[in-house]
């Protein structure tokens, strides 16, 4: 006999799971297998308490679930014959098929269906595999609930419709299609950690769901190295996020971060997943976690291997070439070789990148260093007529200040 | 399950092409509607007069007015369509990418909502 509470933690254990194989039953009908899974939850805080909690309870679940389902597309045939449209059924020779894939896995690809808007990925893959309610997630994206229910209605009325298949696509298509799971993933994690807005609590949140996502994709996908490099990147930024910022709020850069305080066991289980990432050459995320795995472990910040870190972004840039990767690499050639070599390679993506705030903040603090104080002052001052967050605003105003001292004796170009 | 694909292109650059380059899009379509054919795909489909010939209907009040030209104007127009059968979404974004419209211009694949009479 269990009380409430336990069975509460059986199902958020086993809803994505339970909902999975449920939609699969349901022939992708999201709407219809959500219903059936509520009710069968219903049905369990009913009877489990007086019956006993089953031996397996997400098999019973399942099972409920799905005879639940069966009863709704019954009633909805009859309905159909009433006035007469023609829907698609259920294949009813599907229902009981063992099925060899992970259910979840066929979830996911298809709450991030390149047929969807990437918005509505996002907010399906929450609510369905993450742990998330729709008020959850809407408070999260700065919506209203409203606004995020009828955008969920609409991802699963198209999945039904246009009979976005709820399959795991085939060998030629999964690069790719993996691909875009792991952008929403990231998303879901940026949102969480790069956003400066909502709720503190919930963002949080949104980082623990994109990492227990990122660990369910390398659980259904173990042969894939990028995966595990998203993995390794969200588990190692993750364990730096406290020290991101101050009891102000205010931004405390890499090399003033109270390293004492980051997440060590974090970053040895990230640490572990790098090289395993790496294999083959390495994607973007497993490059990107490299790169993070260098700064995370360095005791001090003066230890970092910079070197290491500018030929990393050189291969990242050499795989897909981007102008803000070109900036990377080259604030990492200026603390391996000094300002001057690092602002050589800044300058030339001025055409590019005039309009991207942390072009001009790199190049004001390249030519802080060389000491060129009054150029210094402009480039912090086209950052901050750029910049979005107060944080960076208030660190860029900071710098901007120390400069100032000077400009008044160096007023030659100002 | 069948889907619509809708071509949407720049019509006046297509009917302005050279006939050499005209000639050869007609037989990259002629081509693919064998092979779909012969794959039971092709459900019917043809290229339509420019959006210049369209003429908009509506019935307001019980009257019928009628305007010259299509509903919208717009970058790309609506030159053609195919209707063909296809087990899902997946399969008829395949086809969708074989049209040679679609490396120009845009198809937009629609699902058909069946209908009995």
């Known amino acids: ?414 | 399950m069948q889907y619509l694909l809708l071509i949407y292109d720049n019509e006046k650059a297509r009917w302005n092409a050279p006939p050499a380059e005209r000639e050869a899009l007609h037989d990259e379509y002629k081509q693919l509607v064998g092979e779909l054919v012969r794959d039971k795909i092709y459900v019917g489909g043809n290229p339509l007069q420019q959006s210049e010939t369209a003429s908009s209907v509506r019935v307001r009040d019980g009257k019928a007015q009628v305007t010259d030209g299509p509903f919208a104007e717009t970058r790309e127009q609506l030159g053609g369509y195919f209707l063909i059968e296809a087990p899902d979404m997946d399969a008829a974004r395949k086809i969708a990418a074989r049209m040679p419209g679609a490396r120009n211009g845009t198809i937009e694949v629609r699902p058909i909502l069946p209908m009995t009479m």
């Open chain 1, 1 to 414: 006999m269990q009380g409430a509470a336990a069975i509460a933690d059986v199902f958020r254990a086993e809803r994505a799971r339970v909902l999975a194989t449920t939609i699969r039953v349901c022939n992708g009908d999201f709407e219809l297998a959500e219903e059936a899974v509520q009710d069968a939850f219903a049905s369990a805080l009913q009877r489990w308490p007086s019956e006993g909690t089953p031996d397996e309870p997400r098999g019973w679940l399942v099972t409920v679930a799905r005879n639940k389902a069966i009863d709704q597309i019954r009633r909805r045939a009859r309905l159909r014959e009433l006035i007469s449209i023609e829907e698609p059924g259920p294949d009813s020779s599907e229902l009981d098929a063992p099925s060899v894939t992970d259910d979840r896995l066929r979830l996911i690809f298809t709450c991030c269906h390149p047929a969807i808007a990437a918005e509505a990925q996002v907010a399906l893959t929450l609510r369905t595999l993450g742990g998330l309610t729709t008020e959850e997630i809407a408070r999260a994206f700065l919506t209203s609930p409203v606004t995020m229910a009828q955008r969920l209605v609409r991802a699963k009325t198209k999945i039904r419709d246009a009979r976005i298949p709820y399959e795991v696509p085939e060998q030629s298509q999964l690069a790719e299609r993996t691909a875009t799971v792991m952008s929403v993933i990231y998303l879901i994690f940026n949102e969480g950690y790069a956003a400066t807005a909502g709720d503190e609590w919930l963002r949080k949140d949104l980082c623990h769901e994109a990492i227990r996502l990122g660990r369910l994709l390398v659980e259904l996908i173990p042969d894939a190295p990028d995966p595990r490099g998203l993995l390794a990147l969200m588990l190692l930024h993750d364990a730096r996020r406290d020290t991101r910022t101050d009891d102000a709020g205010d931004v405390v850069l890499l090399e003033d971060q109270d390293r004492s305080r980051w997440d060590r066991a974090q970053i040895a289980e990230a640490l572990a997943l790098v090289p395993l990432a790496l294999r083959g050459g390495g994607g973007p995320y497993g490059l990107e976690a490299a790169i993070a795995a260098l700064h995370c472990s360095a005791a001090r910040a003066s230890d970092t291997d910079w070197a290491q870190i500018a030929l990393l972004y050189a291969e990242r840039y050499r795989r897909a070439p981007s102008p803000i990767v070109a900036l990377n690499h080259a604030v990492a050639v200026a603390m391996a070789e000094g300002p001057a070599a690092g602002l050589a390679l800044v300058e030339p993506l001025g055409h590019k990148l005039a309009d991207y705030h942390l072009w001009h903040a790199a190049r004001a603090d390249l030519l802080r260093r060389l000491d060129r104080r009054n150029e210094a002052a402009k480039a912090y001052k086209q950052a901050l007529a750029l910049v979005g967050s107060d944080p960076e605003r208030r660190f860029l105003e900071r710098r901007l200040t120390e400069m100032g001292t000077v400009t008044k004796f160096t007023s030659s170009d100002s």
